[in-house]
């Protein structure tokens, strides 16, 4: 599903970022990705949404080779892989049906197919009945929620997760894990990283650890130290 | 295919959305578009009144050479050619004493009194002449002094030269028309210099205020072209609206001004020309398109420099 081979990232100004990075991630796999701030989390998930270029290596992500992959062509990447902020970067001037249909149009879903579909992922990320609401009007774990429904609304392959849970107390954070796992349960693989040590314990994946741009450790079942 | 319509349609409404959300912005793109418009059809209309105006006027430009009855019909084509020789001659037509006669009964048909008066005198006294008509004013004297040559005394009776109230009203209508020719130009080029400033900052800040959105668009995998699209959307209605004002004021301004000048037999024919359903509709249409591509260039160049597509 998710190659990487030798990535390096050097970036001009702030050093090297990722230094050859040698990763392999499964269909439907649960991978988490701890390591502190700086630690190069935030480039590896920029490189594989195509937001940054690796200096050198391979990267393929669902059988698209990112070395040939044309800039016309990355918007349809895009569509393959959904992904989750920590501050969700919802529109505020739009509600929750609005926020979610907003991205079936952006790829040209229909109408009635959109009305078909929304439903359904408020349903699978429990914000059945908060259609109308705007995101002042949400806790902080229903607007990751709102992201996360906008995210997988148009059932992408890969769902990227970057810090979800940064800006929640507990339970919220724990609400929003349960509905990746969730997520995950249907097929979507999904690629988080955090800061949580409690929530990488007890959630008991696979966790690779990644300190100064190289990978130190990647177990199954693994935990954050 | 249902599909890309369903996007044009979302792209098309979110661009007209967008047009009025900041109503004092668009107000003011609209405003001046409007002003640089009014100025560019106002200068081509009155270009076009001016030279109808002018050509009108030189119609009663002609030298006429009365020619004696002697006259032989070679020695006529010799001064004929000898005419056509400068290239300010537009065409010469040899009028006959019978032409010269019809024209007459036919000027002073409602004097009978006249007529009759040439009929008394039982001969056509009427001379044949040579009407040479002119393209260039400046050159008037010059074909003039032709068959006052030597060589023509003795079939050239006179020449009446223009006359020179005539002469200088041209002389002056051209001058007007060069002035005002390059007054709008320069006014045209300024003023869409300045609209073009205004629906690229207009651009700008719309792209400021939707960084979000369009931070978002691009990573939820929307196209350039769905980016873009509102945005070109935007700057095409800034021209559309601009465009049907301003011809709108022109063409109200051609009704209501044009309509006081339009019993003078030089402006006759423009006006006419200018109230015509056809050349109406052609004024609106133009002044849109250049309304829509002025809003449309300045729209690309505020993207190209602020969207930063190129980054995807």
């Known amino acids: 599903m998710i190659l990487l081979d030798r990535v390096t990232k050097n970036y001009n100004k702030r050093g090297t970022a990722l230094k050859s990075i040698t990763l392999h991630v499964e269909p439907k796999e649960f991978v988490i990705i701890v390591g502190p701030s700086g630690a190069g989390k935030s480039t590896l998930l920029k490189l594989l949404t195509r937001e940054e270029k690796p200096t050198s290596g391979k990267i393929i992500v669902g059988g698209i080779d990112y070395e040939t992959l044309k800039d016309r062509k990355i918007p349809l990447l895009r569509r393959k892989i959904g992904v989750v902020f920590q501050d969700f970067k919802l529109l505020t001037n739009k509600n929750v049906y609005e926020n979610v249909s907003f991205a079936l149009e952006v790829v040209g879903m229909g109408n009635k197919e959109i009305s078909k579909t929304i439903p359904k992922v408020l349903d699978i990320v429990g914000l059945t009945g908060k259609e109308l609401s705007y995101p002042s009007e949400l806790s902080g774990g229903e607007r990751q929620r709102v992201a996360i429904a906008r995210a997988i609304a148009r059932q992408p392959k890969i769902l990227i997760a970057d810090e979800p849970t940064g800006n929640l107390d507990a339970d919220h954070a724990w609400d929003v894990i349960r509905v990746l796992e969730k997520i995950n349960k249907y097929g979507t693989t999904v690629i988080l990283t955090t800061h949580n040590q409690e929530i990488v314990n007890k959630l008991k994946r696979r966790v690779i650890t990644i300190r100064d741009g190289q990978v130190v450790s990647d177990k199954a079942g693994g935990k954050y130290k | ?312």
């Open chain 2, 1 to 312: 295919m249902g599909r890309r319509l369903t996007g044009f349609r979302r792209v098309t409404i979110s661009g007209i959305k967008n047009f009025f959300r900041n109503s004092w912005l668009t107000i003011a793109a609209t405003a001046v578009m409007v002003v640089s418009l009014t100025i560019i059809s106002s200068a081509v209309v009155l270009n076009v009144t001016a030279k109808n105006a002018i050509s009108e006027l030189s119609k009663n430009l002609q030298i006429s050479i009365y020619l004696k009855d002697t006259a032989s019909q070679g020695q006529v084509t010799q001064l004929t050619q000898d005419l056509k020789s400068n290239k300010a001659v537009a065409s010469v037509t040899y009028v006959s004493k019978a032409d010269a006669q019809k024209q007459f009964n036919q000027t002073f048909k409602s004097d009978p009194t006249l007529v009759a008066g040439l009929q008394i005198l039982g001969t056509n006294t009427l001379p044949a002449s040579l009407e040479v008509s002119l393209t260039d004013l400046g050159q008037i004297t010059r074909v003039g002094a032709v068959p006052s040559e030597d060589k023509y005394k003795n079939i050239v009776d006179s020449v009446t030269i223009g006359k020179t109230d005539v002469k200088k009203t041209i002389a002056r209508a051209a001058s007007a028309q060069h002035f005002i020719t390059l007054a709008s130009i320069i006014m045209a080029v300024i003023f869409a210099l300045v609209s073009m400033l205004i629906i690229f900052n207009t651009i700008r800040m719309a792209i400021f205020t939707r960084a979000d959105e369009i931070k978002i668009m691009k990573l939820i995998g929307a196209t350039p072209t769905f980016i873009r699209g509102p945005f070109l959307i935007e700057a095409s209605m800034y021209g559309l609206i601009a465009g049907l004002i301003s011809s709108g004021i022109v063409i109200a301004g051609i009704f209501s001004l044009g309509i006081k000048i339009s019993n003078q037999a030089e402006f006759t024919a423009t006006y006419d020309f200018f109230t015509s359903a056809r050349i109406i509709a052609a004024m609106v249409g133009g002044s849109i398109i250049v309304g829509v591509f002025v809003g449309v260039l300045s729209s690309l160049l505020a993207m190209k420099k602020h969207l930063r597509l190129k980054t995807w």
